[in-house]
């Protein structure tokens, strides 16, 4: 039975979701399952990055390949069907009930939760960002709808609480970590910092990501403005993805007077940048709004760098005080004490790396995971045969 993937995604590859589906085809591919692709075609969007990751952009996806999808109610087939997060649910419950085919949902992200605090705070920092995922990314629109699809994949414990309290099945419900390909072998740490021009006698904090409010740039900054009066020649490496605005981020760097301290880089290869640099700063204020278990968190502890990260449900699955230091990333001081703790540590900082790729090797081995899903695959498929 053909295995259709599919995913509400153009192929501009602004995010690591496209990169992660196109990934996932290839090992179910390799483990003798016959899977086409479907998805938004990449010539839909002639228009800047930015408005591509719009809501309204996404909105067009959505309806461009239900009408792809909806096409299948005559043939016989197995729907693999990436959705952003739990509030798309009924979209799986539509496509089951027209195409009468068996469905499995995957889950990329989690619902939009605030305290009505927050939702204040956070629309006035980022009101296009916060807004629509609290009006559409919520239980509300999950509890819509009546889970029938086959099976419910999601990256963490944490989703799949969140789904079977939306109404999910416990049964249908399985936890598979997400992929995350590795680049191969890095350059040595002095020719990366010359590729990049960083100081070879300075000690440098690097940050990968987008500009959105939720990742926590800004308040990185100031965590870094205070920990450079410990550590003067302290730099921070910014490898800014494209998306989010990067006017704040600028207006802040100058107010705090860090020009000379920033290090911007444009796109860049991962890999090279956890090799030269010597502490990845991740200070996410939520981990929605962004892939679970996010893309950069996951390669880091494959190459294996002294992490500074989030004390979050989703990322204390994952790391732990042997892998990296949480912390509140609400609270600056909180994030300035735990880069200086990590910058203080020396050969424990060494044991973290080796206990991240150890942690990497277990949690996220490629043929496990490919095991995972084909035995769900295939559990849905003999369910259909019986």
């Not at 999910?168 to 002095?190: E, P, Y």
């Amino acid at each position: 039975m053909k295995v259709y993937l599919t995913a509400f995604r153009t192929q501009l590859k602004l995010t690591g979701e496209y990169a992660r589906m196109i990934d996932l085809a290839g090992i179910l591919r390799d483990s003798g399952l016959d899977l086409e692709i479907m998805t938004a075609g990449k010539n839909r969007f002639k228009v800047k990055n930015q408005r591509a990751e719009s809501f309204f952009a996404h909105l067009s996806e959505i309806f461009s390949v239900l009408r792809q999808v909806m096409r299948l109610r005559k043939t016989r087939c197995i729907i693999l069907l990436m959705l952003p997060t739990p509030s798309f649910a009924l979209l799986a419950d539509v496509i089951k009930f027209y195409t009468r085919n068996p469905v499995i949902v995957y889950f990329e992200s989690q619902l939009t939760v605030l305290s009505f605090r927050e939702i204040i705070v956070n629309l006035k920092s980022e009101f296009g960002f916060y807004f629509f995922r609290l009006l559409f990314n919520n239980n509300l629109w999950a509890k819509l709808s009546c889970f029938t699809a086959d099976k419910y994949i999601v990256s963490s414990h944490f989703q799949a609480s969140e789904i079977i309290e939306a109404g999910a099945s416990t049964f249908k419900t399985v936890v598979i970590r997400n992929l995350v390909s590795l680049n191969g072998k890095n350059k040595s740490k002095a020719q990366l910092r010359l590729k990049y021009a960083i100081p070879s006698d300075s000690r440098v904090i690097c940050y990968l990501g987008h500009y959105f409010h939720v990742k926590g740039v800004d308040l990185l900054l100031r965590a870094f403005d205070v920990a450079r009066k410990t550590y003067p020649d302290l730099r921070l490496l910014l490898a800014w993805s494209g998306l989010g605005d990067e006017k704040p981020i600028k207006k802040l760097i100058i107010k705090l007077g860090l020009e000379d301290a920033i290090i911007p880089v444009g796109e860049v290869r991962q890999s090279d940048i956890f090799a030269c640099c010597d502490l990845l700063a991740l200070p996410y204020r939520y981990t929605f709004g962004t892939q679970i278990v996010p893309n950069t968190l996951v390669e880091a502890i494959s190459v294996g760098i002294p992490l500074v990260t989030s004390d979050l449900p989703v990322i204390s699955e994952i790391i732990s005080e042997k892998t990296g230091i949480l912390c509140n990333s609400h609270n600056v001081q909180e994030i300035t004490e735990a880069i200086l703790s990590m910058l203080r540590m020396g050969e424990k900082a060494d044991l973290m790396k080796k206990n991240q790729k150890k942690l990497f090797e277990t949690m996220f081995n490629r043929k496990i995971i490919a095991h995972k899903y084909v035995y769900t695959i295939n559990s849905v498929k003999n369910d259909q045969s019986s």
